[in-house]
């Protein structure tokens, strides 16, 4: 059984000898993690901006209660 997925896992992995063809996939990659981190910090500041418009909902809410 286990050298079936040896078997399966061989077809995908290829290391090359020439190291030059690693700088393609490092570039794709090191655009594709600063792409999610700016995503990230963008999904952090709207909600950051969401939460503060709904405390300022809620508190407005809470003040024409009291009156």
Excluded: H, N, W
Excluded at 5 to 30: M, N, R
Excluded at 43 to 51: F, M, P, Q, T
């Amino acid at each position: 059984m286990l050298s079936i997925y040896s078997q399966v896992l061989g077809l995908f992995l290829y290391f090359p000898e020439d190291k030059s063809e690693y700088i393609p996939a490092a570039i794709t990659c090191i655009i594709f993690l600063a792409a999610a981190f700016l995503t990230m910090r963008l999904i952090i500041k709207v909600s950051r901006r969401e939460a503060q418009k709904a405390k300022e909902i809620e508190d407005r809410i809470i003040k024409e209660r009291k009156i």
